[in-house]
């Protein structure tokens, strides 16, 4: 355990001059990307920080995000001690960047409060330094104030600094260090304010790095004492700066243990400085919002935007859009798509609000959202370049839910009116559901769920909504089960483990293994016990069935990486060579890898073991994942470079492989997909591997990527072209080139078949095919080829002979709906599943058809019957008929209303031995005493049994053996209804 001393960076007498009363140089007015340049040059160019870029905002192997919400989310692999060492992040020391910021959804959720003031957004820019070991608190501090006040010409005078006061029960003193450093910056005591742990105390999570922070506020009205303004949630004293000083880990027990190397994170919001700069209270003034604001009026039937976060619901409706806009351009820029979960579901509902405020209050034309895009791009798009390459991408993505959401206006409305007549007058009490339903299900806002209630005097079900909405919000929020992989090495553990020197695991057998007689042959591996982590800390020895990390000397094992799943397997020790240790898992941290074992017996440090694979499991694996870059260069070569790899998994049973496709493939380009595919394996093109340098890999022509740290050098798989060849630039050809760290067949022949058995857009513009191969592939055909048989003949049964009779038409009706279910359900060609489900809907809509003609025939012949058997017409009519059909007895009561208008009929219709009833019920249009749906309920209520429907026609079913019984009950009930 050590602890770094900062060198200072300047001398303690009077740092920056600022005890010379010089004045600061004033830039007031200073563009917003002069204001990011200046932050990132500072550090660059006076302190040797490294420039980083933005990482996307979807974040990189963290389940536990929805989006990117701080600049230190891409760097936790280092804060954690796993980055993998031959990665270039592994080196970084001084690093700056300015990274894209999501805060909407999760812990971190500000999508409510944006528009109601003038400084909450759901996109932002974090302006970031940190340290990682190098320098500490002094110089970050001193870094900070000079950028400050020397660089910005921010006035010391406006502003404040907050440090952590200690917390008793944490057992944890005041930050007095961090106090004594800006008294010698030359901050008066009086602008220095202690706060507890809510307010200065970073934690990243439940466990982990954390520490105190020291914030600086900056006071928009100045020549006052504003300290009690500090951290007081005011606009006019707000925080513009955040510097976290890692020092401690959070253990699992909560308690604290100091780090082994002490890190620097500070973050700075953008928005926030530049409104300082040019002085504004609000961002939305600065000129990052500016032209925004001008774009949305030009295409509004309103006035222009006012200012102000009083300026009523217009001027909220500019600042919501503005907002929205920047937020849905980055996120679907960097592949997130509006959708029905997780990060997608709020992108969804940001879309959907900006819409609503679009259309609404601002009465914009249909696209005037997407029309915003552009000037999004004209001021992000010089930092983020991506937002330039996929600008018409995010409008056509934005169009397409825009049109999807008024659509489901309409609908909801429709919906909120049929709801409303269901309840009938004198009901003020809206059902939860239905309001959840419309909210969850078609994305209609709340608040304008109650507008339109409000205007009917009817209020929702308030309690039982907010039980709905608390309920979605714990399923949302809580990271599905196996989401988080407990990390088997913490940080302290990783350090400790280089502290003593162990070297990192050598895992280059995973990739030995040659072909013998058309076999793979893995090789044996034995290795050395090198460490033993229980769970908590590294111990020297574990017991009899106890689980653990196992860190080896080498092994064969894949840990899983890349989207490909960990190797199984099972370890035995020597001299102990029928106790068989399972592996459960692999996985890598910080250049370890650690097998997750359980102790079949004693196991020590030092201990020989040898190392047992699943060969079946792991060549299953590696047929995958070959097979996964075969689909990736077919799905290139047949929609072009915009179908871009969005993620993979690659088990041993399937793949999976997300891209970016504007539609769901057809089923000509399904066909022509397994066709290219087919080539590609027919061709027995040698996969070859090669590691080369990261920045020669990237100069390759041809070579897809995904957003991943690489190590360096990189391994790069290629196929039919060996990688020497790529670097050399002389091949021009189109062909299979990817880093990946995954384990690849040695010939594409081995693949034996690959077949598509789903594909489906996930959200607008991402689709997901899932996929088998060789045997599986093999089977699913053969699968295919059968339900297309029965397919073929179940249609020539119907053209030949059409059902004659409603007993069988409803066996074809049957029928048609078990073969469509293992249609839908049956592992087999995508492309064929479609060409099915299109000729079976086919032969569903004509059965369909000939079904309701023979029921319409049926109940015609029983209405006619029933009159012929009453001799007048009179106000209630209750009686039997003889069906099974709760739809002929429907048509047989519509057809008997149609014939007496006037009057109140009900039928009701025994099932035989099982004593049910089946009941049915019209009544006429103006008929105040009796709904139809009353009487249908009372009746089957009667006779335990339940009913719906609405005032006019209703239907259900009770129990009843005498229909005798229930006939003269049925009649008393409605004259005595029909009488008042």
């Known amino acids: ?326 937020t849905l351009a980055v996120c679907i820029a960097d592949g997130v798509h509006p959708g029905m979960s997780g990060a997608e579901l709020v992108l969804r509902r940001i879309l959907r609000r900006a819409v609503r405020f679009c259309v609404e209050v601002l009465q914009t034309p249909r696209g005037a959202l997407a029309g915003l895009v552009p000037t999004v791009t004209h001021l992000l798009g010089d930092t983020y370049p991506e937002l330039r390459r996929e600008q018409d991408r995010v409008m056509e993505v934005i169009d397409e839910n825009e049109d999807q959401f008024l659509s489901s206006l309409r609908q909801g409305s429709r919906l909120i009116r049929r709801t409303l007549g269901r309840m009938g007058s004198g009901r003020e009490v809206f059902p939860a559901s239905v309001a959840w339903s419309l909210h969850r299900n078609l994305g209609f806002p709340l608040d ?197 790899q969005r993620g993979s998994h690659v088990s041993a049973d399937r793949l999976r492989f997300d891209c970016s496709v504007k539609g769901s493939l057809s089923v000509s380009q399904l066909q022509q997909l397994e066709e290219l595919i087919g080539d590609v394996i027919s061709e027995n093109q040698a996969v070859h591997s090669q590691e080369v340098p990261l920045q020669a890999a990237r100069g390759i022509a041809g070579l897809r990527t995904v957003d991943e740290v690489y190590p360096d050098p990189v391994r790069v798989v290629s196929l039919e072209v060996p990688v020497s060849e790529l670097l050399d630039g002389r091949v021009a050809r189109e062909m299979s080139v990817e880093l990946c760290c995954g384990t690849h067949l040695l010939r594409t022949a081995d693949i034996q078949d690959l077949v598509v058995t789903s594909e489906r857009q996930t959200v607008r513009g991402i689709s997901r095919l899932v996929a088998v191969t060789g045997r599986d592939a093999t089977q699913a055909r053969e699968a295919g080829h059968v339900l297309a048989e029965e397919v073929d003949s179940l249609s020539v049964r119907f053209s030949d002979s059409a059902p004659s009779t409603l007993e069988a038409t409803r066996r074809l009706v049957k029928e048609v709906g078990v073969l469509s279910d293992a249609v839908d359900n049956t592992p087999i060609p995508q492309w064929q599943r479609k060409e099915l489900q299109a000729r079976l809907k086919a032969l569903q809509r004509s059965a369909n058809t000939r079904n309701r003609k023979l029921e319409t025939k049926e109940a015609t012949a029983k209405a006619r019957e029933l009159l012929e058997k009453w001799e007048e017409l009179k106000d209630v009519f209750v009686d039997h008929v003889e069906t099974d059909s709760l739809s002929v007895l429907m048509k047989t009561v519509n057809q008997l209303s149609a014939a007496a208008p006037l009057s109140h009929v009900m039928l009701l219709a025994p099932q035989g031995d099982s004593g049910k009833l089946l009941c049915a019920c019209q009544v006429p249009k103006d008929s105040p005493a009796l709904a139809a749906s009353d009487w249908a309920v009372a009746v089957c209520h009667q006779f335990s049994g339940s009913a719906g429907g609405s005032a006019l026609v209703a239907k259900g079913m009770g129990n009843c053996s005498d229909v005798s019984e229930a006939l003269r009950w049925a009649e008393d009930f409605a004259r005595r209804r029909t009488q008042r």
């Open 448 to 644: 304008l769920v109650d507008l339109m209630l409000e205007e009917s005097g009817v209020r929702v079900d308030a309690p039982e909504l907010q039980r709905l909405i608390a309920e979605n919000q714990k399923v949302t929020s809580d990271p599905p089960a196996g989401a988080t992989t407990q990390q088997a090495l913490d940080v302290v553990s990783l350090a400790e483990l280089q502290r003593l020197g162990v070297p990192h695991s050598d895992d280059g057998l995973k990739y030995s293994y040659r072909l013998e007689h058309d076999r793979y042959v893995f090789p044996p591996c034995r290795a050395s016990v090198l460490a033993l982590h229980d769970g908590g800390a590294l111990v020297p020895a574990v017991g009899e069935g106890q689980r653990c990390g196992v860190v080896l000397d080498r092994t064969c094992f894949y840990s899983e990486q890349g989207g490909q799943s960990h190797d199984r397997g099972f370890f035995t020790r020597d001299g102990l060579q029928d106790v068989v240790y399972p592996v459960e898992a692999v996985a890598r941290a910080g250049g370890y890898v650690v097998h997750r074992v359980v102790a079949a017996d004693g196991l020590r440090v030092g201990d020989t073991v040898q190392l047992h694979l699943d060969q079946a499991h792991r060549l299953s694996c590696m047929v995958k994942h070959t097979a996964t870059h075969v689909l990736n260069f077919a799905l290139r070569k047949l929609l072009g470079p915009s179908a871009q």
């Open 1 to 326: 355990m050590y602890r770094l001393l900062p060198r200072r960076l300047w001398p303690p007498g009077g740092p920056l001059g600022l005890r010379q009363s010089a004045s600061p140089r004033p830039l007031s007015g200073l563009p917003a990307a002069k204001v990011r340049s200046t932050f990132l040059d500072f550090f660059t160019e006076k302190h040797g920080h490294l420039l980083v870029p933005s990482s996307p905002v979807r974040p990189r192997g963290d389940p536990s995000l929805l989006f990117v919400n701080a600049g230190m989310n891409q760097f936790k692999p280092i804060f954690l001690g796993t980055a993998d060492p031959r990665s270039e992040m592994a080196s970084y020391r001084r690093v700056v960047n300015s990274q894209k910021c999501v805060r909407a959804g999760g812990k971190h959720n500000d999508l409510d409060d944006v528009g109601r003031d003038g400084y909450h957004h759901t996109f932002f820019e974090m302006l970031g330094s940190w340290s990682f070991g190098d320098y500490f608190k002094e110089d970050a501090c001193r870094m900070a104030w000079s950028l400050l006040t020397e660089h910005y010409g921010i006035p010391e005078d406006r502003l404040y600094v907050s440090y952590f006061g200690g917390d008793a029960a944490s057992g944890l003193p005041a930050d007095e260090e961090t106090r004594l450093i800006w008294l010698d910056v030359g901050v008066p005591a009086a602008r220095l304010r202690p706060f507890g742990m809510r307010d200065n105390f970073w934690e990243m999570g439940e466990s982990g790095p954390c520490g105190p922070c020291t914030e600086i506020h900056y006071d928009h009205v100045g020549g006052r004492d504003a300290a009690a303004l500090v951290n007081a949630d005011s606009p006019e004293v707000v925080e513009i700066w955040n510097l976290v000083f890692m020092q401690y880990n959070r253990e699992a027990d909560r308690s604290l243990r100091l780090l082994p190397r002490f890190s620097v994170d500070t973050g700075l919001g953008l928005e926030r400085l530049v409104g300082v700069l040019q002085g504004k209270t609000s961002n939305y003034d600065t000129d990052l919002f500016a032209p925004l604001l001008h774009a949305i009026h030009q295409r509004s039937a309103v006035g222009p935007y006012g200012g102000g976060a009083d300026g009523g619901q217009v001027d909220l409706a500019y600042r919501v859009v503005a907002d929205h806009v920047r």
